[in-house]
Every structure is written in C-alpha cells, then in structure tokens.
C-alpha cells in the first residue's frame, strides 16, 4: 500500500489536484478546476487513493496514515498559495473550505458512484471565492 501510494507522490499526480500546477490558467479558474467530476458519466469513481487508504482499514499500517496525511496538507497548501496567488483575502481559511470541499465531494461521488457532487461542490466553491475575492478588494 505505501508505494502505492508514494507513485502518486513520484510519478502520477491525481488528475484534480494536478489543475493546481497548471499554467495556462489563472489561479481562479485553477482552484475551480479540482472540482471538475472526473472520468465522465460512465466511469466508475473511486475517490481519492489515500483517503480510501485510511478508511480501508490500514490503521496497522502508520506509515499508509503518515503518507496520506502528508498528502492531504500539501493538497492544502498548495491551494493556499493559489488562493494567495489569486488574491483571497484569508487564503489559509478559503483553502481549508475549499479541501473540505473537494474531500466530501470526492467521497460522496465515490459512495454514490455519481458526479454530482463535483458540480455542486464547484457552485458552492464559486460562492466562497467571490466572497474570498470581495474581501480582498474591500467590496
């Protein structure tokens, strides 16, 4: 399980956190883009690889809860520093509502095998930015 994992650290990135890195977009439309449902309508989804880990039952295995939580909170801070990028006013605070986010739209899509929740984590990411944004500019 642990290099499974840490292949996702070296070798793949997981497509959703990947929009991060992305340079042809602006950072808004980049922390937008973790919300994209992957796989279309007829994949299977299978959440995300190291919250399934610790929820598979490998709680014997510290270093399996070791890699995912040091995955998770560079999932973290890296949607801090586009948050910052894009000119959040809290970027930590929008970057913790938006992981929050993405980690129940992830699992609830996984649970139900169902997409929707991407699209309605993305409205309510849109309305979290604006606010973030609106903070920021004095609105």
Do not use: W
């Amino acid at each position: 399980m642990e290099e499974y994992l840490r292949r996702f650290e070296s070798e793949k990135s997981i497509a959703a956190e990947a929009e991060l890195e992305r340079e042809d977009l602006p950072p808004v439309q980049r922390l937008l883009g973790v919300f994209a449902p992957v796989g279309g309508d007829t994949a299977l989804i299978r959440g995300c690889p190291f919250h399934n880990a610790v929820i598979e039952g490998v709680v014997g295995l510290p270093e399996v809860t070791r890699l995912a939580q040091r995955h998770k909170q560079a999932f973290r801070d890296r949607l801090a520093a586009t948050a910052a990028e894009a000119g959040a006013a809290h970027p930590e605070t929008l970057a913790g509502q938006l992981a929050v986010l993405f980690e129940g739209a992830n699992a609830l899509a996984a649970s139900c095998n169902d997409p929707q929740a991407f699209t309605d984590a993305r409205r309510a990411a849109e309305m979290l930015l604006d606010i973030a944004l609106g903070a920021a500019s004095g609105d």
